[in-house]
Structure formats: C-alpha cells, structure tokens
C-alpha cells in the first residue's frame, strides 16, 4: 500500500483522483484545497486529514515523517493549470513522485525547469495523458502504424462541451492561469493525434476566441482540421434536440472513431501503470505542450484548410 496525498481535492477531476487510488488499494493521507466543499471524502477516505491551508498541510506531512516514520509515496496534482509545476517542485522536494493533471505545465520552458528538478531527485514526474490507454484510441495507432499509406491521414477533430457563465469567472476564464481553451480543454485531443500520427510539421489559426478556436495541423502522417467550443450554440441541432450539452468527434478518412464510452476508469488504469513502474513522462507530455502553446501565440489568419464548423 502507497501512500498518496492530493493538492485540489474539491476540485472537477479530483473524484477521478480519489477512485482511482481506492480502487488501486492505496492510502490518502492528506488533502489540501482553499475551498471547503470536499463531502466527497467520506465517498472514499473518510479518516483522510484535510486542510485549507499549504502551510497546516506542511506540517502535518513533515510530522507523520518526523514522528510517526510513514513516508508520502506520492502526490497528485489536480489544482489549476499555472499552480502545476509550483505544485510539482513541492512533491519532488518532499521526496515524493508527483502524479500531474493536464497540462503539465503552461509553456515549453517549464518543462526544462522540471526535468533538472527531477533529474536532481530520486523521484519521478508522472504525467496523465489518460487518452493513450483509452482501446479505441489504442486500436487506431496500431491500424495506422499497419498501414503504410502513400498519402496522408485526412483527420477533424471536433470538441464541444458546454460551459456556462461560472466558467468565464473562474480561474478557467482567465488564459494566464488556464491557458485559454485549447489548453484547458484540447491538449489531452493534440497529445493523442501527435502520438499517433507524428510530430507537428505546420500550424495555422484561423479562430481563436474566448470560447472557441479552430485551426489546422499539418503532422507527419495526417492533416488534421480541428474545432474546439464551450458554446452551447456550436453543438449541432441534432445534438440539441436531445438535451446534451457535449459532441465529441473524430474522422479519419471520413470514418468515425468511436470513443464516446471508456473514459471513466482511465485514470485508474493510469495509476496502474504508475504503480507498476510505467507510466508518462514529461518527455511524453512535450510535444502536446508545444503544440498548444505555439497555438496560443500564432498570429490568426483568414485563408487555409478550415474546418467545415468555420
């Protein structure tokens, strides 16, 4: 049994978090969010100690250390995107492995900050990029790398998901700290195509809002049209009629990659391969980071290859 604590407890993906270390057989020992609302606890480790504050939490890991001699094994991540690598640092200090959220971190060169961190330590940085272990997704790289196409993969990507006027308020609203959408809501989508279809060789941007962006990513082995939203006004009517307030799609060649079931026990399938001694890098977790952050900076132009939700 390993010992786990969590930084971002009340937060969205934390549940992923707290099921995935139960069902995996490990122990949380402590927790840490400034907000209160954590009821979700008694669902998995009611006897877990909880703080508001960095500095009680601190303390209370150093005397389990000092007094008690149990070690914290490792802490996940699951606080604000720019809190990430601060959060990270802290783990590998406390001589623990960190488990991280995505994205990793907000720029390219944070990442070189953290891989002389972890090469000083005798811990490692583990990055969740869930998608990876996701068997549609796993089933479509291997039909690729089977085949030996003399033309690129012809691929959109679409990615709706409703949000509401809480999420322009929030720490997600404000790109500094997010990262803006294509970060916070399409690098896990940039992180899969890149892994299965190559390196990026071109990018363009041809929409960039607060609440949607669209471009065009040329990779080594497919061109890909993409679209991203948190609009509810960009779901099809189709979509609309039945209530649901998020599309997800993907077309390779025209034929639809099925992937709409499967997400709920990725992050446990995660921690698995952690556990095991596997897992992602920060060397697996660049090339998505770079991606969209080069994204988020490139000039928005008006002529190119579009995706038909342009």
Not at 57 to 67: A, S, V
Not at 106 to 127: F, G, K, M, T, V
Not at 170 to 181: A, M, T
Not at 229 to 244: A, T
Request: hydrophobic share 35%.
């Amino acid at each position: 049994m390993k010992n786990f604590a969590i930084l971002g407890v009340a937060g969205y993906i934390a549940p992923r978090h707290l099921m995935a270390i139960k069902e995996t057989g490990n122990n949380l020992l402590a927790s840490l969010d400034k907000n209160d609302s954590v009821g979700i606890l008694d669902s998995y480790f009611p006897d877990s100690s909880f703080f508001v504050e960095f500095e009680r939490f601190d303390r209370h890991i150093e005397k389990l250390k000092r007094q008690e001699g149990i070690q914290l094994d490792y802490v996940s991540v699951c606080t604000p995107n720019y809190l990430h690598d601060s959060h990270i640092r802290m783990a590998l200090r406390r001589g623990a492995d960190a488990l991280c959220e995505k994205p990793l971190v907000l720029n390219p060169w944070n990442l070189d900050a953290l891989e002389a961190i972890e090469e000083e330590s005798q811990n490692r940085i583990h990055a969740i990029l869930q998608l990876r272990l996701h068997p549609s997704v796993i089933a479509l790289k291997k039909k690729v790398e089977s085949q030996k196409n003399k033309t690129k993969h012809e691929i959109d990507l679409t990615y709706i998901t409703s949000r509401g006027k809480w999420y322009d308020i929030s720490w997600k609203g404000d790109e500094s700290k997010s990262g803006g959408i294509v970060t916070n809501i399409g690098i896990h989508f940039f992180d899969m195509l890149t892994w299965i279809f190559g390196n990026v060789q071109e990018s363009e941007v041809y929409l960039r809002d607060l609440d949607k962006a669209s471009g065009y990513l040329e990779l080594e082995n497919a061109r890909v049209r993409w679209f991203l939203s948190i609009d509810e006004n960009s779901l099809p009517e189709e979509v609309k009629v039945k209530g649901q307030r998020t599309f997800r799609s993907i077309t390779v060649g025209g034929e639809e990659i099925e992937f709409s079931k499967g997400f709920t026990d990725l992050h446990t399938k995660t921690y698995e391969e952690v556990l095991l001694g596997n897992g992602f890098s920060l060397k697996d977790a660049r090339s998505s980071i770079e991606t969209v952050y080069n994204i988020r900076n490139a000039k928005v132009v008006n002529n190119g290859i579009k995706h038909p939700y342009l």
